[in-house]
């Protein structure tokens, strides 16, 4: 099956909390948080009250989700939402140096920390950059406004 260009969803349901569990068409299933988009939007306070968040149903052909009052959210940003709250490990974090072909030292600096930190986060630390990478990832402007290239410096030259 050919993946669309928006993500579609097949089916929701409401989880624990205010957490949906979102199956996409061709995407596979992920799970979005959606508490601090609820408290942050005034619009969508109606959606604290559990009873009303579970009536959720898959809308427009799977563009969306909706609730029987009205309120709505789009696939895509239920996708970006799902997305951005995944665990992003090591692994991602060597990926995204990889994919972005950044030094430690380079990549040190574009997210203002020290290059042992890098190193930790290389090695299975928590990664609290996750934000910056993922930002950087998806929008490369991101990345060229904060990219130092550095030259490889080497060991000084014996006196």
Known sequence: MRKTLLPNIETVKAGDGLTL????????????????FIAREKLLAP?????LFDRVKAIDWGGGVGWPNGLD????TLWRMAEEQAPFTADDFVRWQRDTVLSNAETAEALGVSLATIKNYRSGAEIPAAIACRAMAAEPATLAAHFRPRKAAGRPKAA
């Open 21 to 36: 569990r979102i199956k996409f068409r061709g995407r596979g299933t992920k799970t979005a948080r959606l508490d601090g």
């Open 47 to 51: 959606l604290r009250d559990k009873r």
């Open 73 to 76: 959210l789009s696939a895509d």
